[in-house]
């Protein structure tokens, strides 16, 4: 049995349906992408998971437990534990400021001393910067943050929207080794990447998104072969 | 690494701030209530008290929170006239009252607060100046409405005589239990969730911080403490009407005092209450004019709007080390 399974999720932005009956699941220790263009509704799905969008219909199901309509903190203490696109961290606040708030919930909140110290191992940059405001930091480093913040909450499944957007090279590849080191070693990871060309080559399953559909599922090896992927994604 | 996570915590100088309002605390306690020449002394200490308790109040929501309320005259008359009612109608003791007129502001405070809170930004300030007027309205007219003698509508209640020195003392104490919980919420964990709120709430979610429940929560918190402020006014004016306790112009008085002081910061709301509760007794002392000290009050308004966000307690963490200690800002916070 999957992990957390999606099934056929319809989800409204007013009275604009952004998903249309999307389905998908992610197994256990695995590393799952979703992929697609803007507006695909790859963010929309996630705010959807997190419960910070209420879905008009189908399921969400965690080991088989249902969690849709479920509030968003409530959510985060069940461990799926979303780490929003931009970072979305207060810069008013220190490093590890931010990273205790991670683990405000109830599920991060008793070994918060020892995942900060994990955390701190997996980023030792940011146990340099622990006393520096967050919105001082580089934007690689300022990924890190979220990444770890997201990580306090003790995750059993980690969403990631778009982490290495508006990152250098040399710091993309930083934060796919530490996506790799997580999957190992941490939480099942749903990846949300506009890198089609690197999340395929990390990721275990993909789904493709199109208007709020999913298009095409399957292994990742797979959807990287396809032809359609390779022109409309890859640029082959 | 515990001794870091427990500064984390915020508890490094709780203690101290707590000792400090205790120490001005004894002092207020200490001006002799039977004596003449002091009459002029405790009545403007209960004036400033009554401001700090209500800005201070606010500040939980509107400060902490960053949800701008409005309509808080709305609890400010219903303390006072839930007091008012049983104090006449079933000859309770005005000050044993309080906790109940500040619970029954509190449940209204949720049933207002609980959809209202949603809203974000201007829309809830809105929401809460129609709470404000409706509720306003509503006790002008209950009598109307209802075919009994209630509230005597616009007309108001006189209430019996009460001993002014027990209203300080009462007065008093109310003030440090307003600053303790103040000091006590913004040092600790639900202080942090509601900054958290205030500064981003999307992130605050994703975080696992429970949004709704602690908006709601600290928005009670104000509403009883300010309803409490109702109360000792009704002991001390003996004199009740819903044009003066439910008024808009006592919901704006509340959002600038805070405002003014410092937004958010745990001595902002009583330098503000200082400020205008001295501009309030000099001006009228000076001149018999009621629209100056709301002039006053708008020049430092637009003062602090444009130089200092932080107030009065802003300026003071400026000049030396030692102010910074006790208004220390926890964080930039914007209207």
């Known amino acids: ?127 340099e910067r622990r006393s520096q405001l967050a919105g001082t930091l580089s934007g690689g480093e300022q990924q890190m943050v979220a990444i770890g913040r997201g990580l306090m909450a003790r995750p059993v499944v980690l969403m990631l929207d778009e982490p290495s957007l508006g990152l250098a090279p040399i710091l993309v590849d930083e934060v796919f080794r530490v996506i790799r080191e997580i999957a190992a070693q941490r939480a099942t990871v749903l990846l949300v990447e506009q890198n089609v060309h690197r999340a395929l080559q990390i990721a275990d399953t993909a789904s493709v998104l199109e208007n709020g559909r999913v298009v095409l599922a399957g292994p990742a090896k797979q959807i990287a072969g396809d032809a359609k992927v390779q022109t409309a994604y890859l640029g082959l | ?49 009554w401001y700090a308790i209500m800005a201070g109040a606010w500040n939980i929501i509107g400060g902490y929170a960053g949800q701008v309320s409005f309509g808080h005259a709305a609890f400010l008359g219903t ?53 404000g007027e409706a509720t306003r309205l509503f006790v002008s007219n209950i009598d109307d409405i209802t075919g009994q003698v209630i509230t005597h509508g616009v007309t108001g209640i006189s209430l019996p005589n009460y001993d002014p020195a027990k209203v300080h003392y009462a007065t008093v104490a109310v003030f440090v239990v307003v600053m303790i919980t103040t000091i006590l919420i913004r040092e600790g964990r639900f202080g942090l969730g509601l900054f958290a709120i205030n500064m981003d709430r999307d992130a605050a979610e994703t975080s696992g911080v429970p949004t709704a429940r602690l908006q709601v929560l600290a928005f009670a918190i104000s509403a009883f403490f300010t309803a409490c402020a109702g109360s000792l006014y009704a002991a001390r004016q003996q004199f009740l009407d819903p044009t003066t306790m439910f008024g808009f112009d006592k919901s704006i008085q509340v959002v600038l005092m805070p405002v003014v002081g410092g937004l958010g910061t745990v001595w902002g709301p009583v330098f503000g209450a200082l400020l205008f509760g001295g501009v309030q007794d000099q001006i009228s002392s000076l001149t018999r004019n009621p629209y100056l000290p709301q002039l006053i009050y708008g020049l430092l308004l637009v003062l602090v709007v444009l130089f200092e966000p932080l107030g009065v307690a802003g300026l003071l963490g400026r000049a030396s080390s030692a102010g910074r200690a006790f208004v220390r800002p926890r964080r930039e916070t914007t209207v």
Do not use: C
């Open chain 1, 1 to 127: 049995m999957a992990l957390l399974e999606v099934r056929q999720l319809t989800a409204f932005h007013g009275d604009v349906q952004a998903l249309w009956d999307v389905s998908f699941e992610v197994a256990e220790g695995s590393i799952t992408t979703l992929l697609g263009s803007n507006g695909a509704g790859k963010t929309t799905t996630l705010r959807t998971i997190s419960g910070i969008l209420p879905p008009r219909d189908g399921e969400i199901r965690l080991g088989g437990e249902r969690i849709d309509g479920v509030p968003p903190h409530r959510i985060v203490d069940m461990g799926v534990v979303q780490v929003p696109e931009g970072r979305k961290l207060w810069p008013n606040l220190s490093v590890q400021e931010n990273l205790v708030l991670g683990a405000y919930g109830r599920r991060g909140r008793p070994e918060r001393a020892r995942t900060l110290r994990s955390v701190y191992e997996l980023f030792p940059r940011l146990a």
């Open chain 2, 1 to 49: 690494m515990t001794e870091r996570l427990r500064r984390m915590d915020w508890a490094h100088d709780r203690g101290a701030q707590i000792v400090v309002v205790l120490l001005v605390a004894v002092v207020l306690a200490a001006i002799p209530t039977n004596e003449r020449q002091y009459a002029n002394l405790i009545r403007i200490t209960f004036l400033v008290l």
């Open chain 2, 79 to 131: 303390g006072a006239y839930v007091t008012g009612t049983l104090w006449q109608t079933f000859h309770i003791d005005p000050l044993l009252t309080l906790p109940i007129a500040g619970l029954a502001a509190a449940l209204y405070s949720v049933i207002v607060g609980a959809p209202t809170l949603r809203l974000r930004g201007p829309y809830f300030a809105i929401a809460t100046i129609g709470v």
